[in-house]
């Protein structure tokens, strides 16, 4: 019954540094999604994969790249962080009528 | 104009009261609306989930939508203090490979 399995839960990175969030779920979900969460911002999606082998950009795709390993796997990576990428970063999953199931979230930090 | 406007909040009532919690939308094509709750330092979780115009019920909480004024709304009766929570509403133009478009939330603090 894990649902979206986020790793990792919290990171802090200096600026220029590269990393990979790493999303998996396990309910047979088509479409996978990665958002940013700030305050007074909202939800604001980055990239999202409607189906295994294809993705597309959201409202901020900029300095973020993503890749649809397989159908349970979305990552999203950073190439080289800046402070303005410090948020919370939610995987979400979603089946043919919509609903959302999101993971815990990842805590990111760029000093 | 924003493209879903919700009262950031927060919204402070005492145990028991019945608290309504609103969106309005100017996207006429949007045909699914949805509710999510999320708890402090959670992942948000899905609520409740309507076609079109009309009204849904699942225990304490009733969902409506009014298309006609492009404006979705939260009832929750007999508020109890775990139901403190941002809540956000969300709609999507039709099923399948459409993408949520989220408000900001509506946070919720409920006394004992």
């Known amino acids: 019954n894990a649902g979206v399995t986020q790793t990792p839960k919290f990171q802090v990175l200096k600026t220029g540094q590269s990393m990979t969030l790493q999303c998996a779920q396990d309910m047979n979900h088509n479409s996978m999604y990665w958002y940013r969460q700030d305050p007074g911002m909202g939800l604001r999606l980055i990239y999202y994969?409607?189906?295994?082998?294809?993705?597309d950009k959201g409202e901020v795709p900029n300095g973020y790249n993503v890749s649809r390993l397989n159908k349970r796997e979305f990552s999203l990576r950073l190439e080289s962080a800046a402070p303005s990428q410090t948020s919370v970063y939610f995987c979400a999953s979603s089946d043919a009528e919509g609903g959302y199931t999101f993971g815990s979230g990842t805590r990111l930090t760029v000093v | 104009q924003k493209e879903v406007e919700q009262d950031p909040g927060p919204l402070s009532v005492p145990e028991g009261a019945i608290v309504s919690l609103n969106c309005t939308y100017s996207n006429s094509a949007f045909q699914y609306f949805m509710w999510y709750r999320q708890y402090s330092r959670k992942g948000p979780e899905l609520l409740m989930y309507?076609?079109?115009?009309g009204n849904k019920e699942d225990g304490r909480f009733t969902a409506q939508v009014d298309k006609s004024s492009k404006y979705i709304s939260l009832f929750i009766r007999d508020s109890q203090p775990s139901d403190s929570a941002t809540y956000l509403c969300a709609m999507m133009l039709s099923s399948g490979y459409s993408t949520l478009t989220f408000g900001k939330g509506t946070m919720l603090l409920v006394s004992p």
């Open positions: 309507t076609y079109s115009s």
């Open positions: 994969s409607a189906s295994e082998g294809t993705t």
